[in-house]
């Protein structure tokens, strides 16, 4: 089993940046993938970005790619999203997951465990 928790969602302004972050605890080699998803209201949860354990591979969609970037920490069981330029279109709920081995990065399935959201809002 692994948990997971969000930090770092908040209200900005169009332009800022903003960074989250997602602890992982217990079984951590289910988490040899990670990735970020969002939500907004009214629409289904998109799939952003995800890295691999070594932090040498990641994937962006291409609304993101440019302005995110996602990085992990293993001596922390930490991922990051670190999210520049931010547009009103981004506003959302965060996700971070997590899933084992044996996943192209471009694949947003098989996430076994989810965090329970951090909610980014960007103003206009």
């Known amino acids: 089993q692994v948990h997971l928790v969000e930090s770092g969602g908040g209200l900005v302004q169009a332009g800022d940046s903003l960074s989250l972050s997602c602890v992982a605890s217990g079984r951590i080699s289910d988490t040899y993938n990670m990735g970020w998803f969002r939500q907004a209201p009214g629409k289904e949860r998109e799939f952003i970005a995800a890295?691999?354990?070594?932090?040498?591979?990641?994937y962006y969609v291409e609304l993101v790619k440019g302005r995110f970037t996602i990085s992990r920490d293993n001596t922390k069981n930490t991922v990051y999203l670190q999210m520049n330029t931010l547009k009103p279109e981004d506003t959302a709920v965060y996700y971070c997951?997590?899933?084992?081995?044996?996943?192209?990065?471009?694949?947003?399935?098989?996430?076994?465990?989810w965090g329970q959201g951090t909610q980014v809002t960007v103003s206009s």
């Open positions: 890295i691999n354990w070594y932090g040498t591979s990641t």
């Open positions: 997951a997590a899933r084992g081995a044996g996943y192209r990065l471009e694949n947003p399935g098989h996430y076994a465990y």
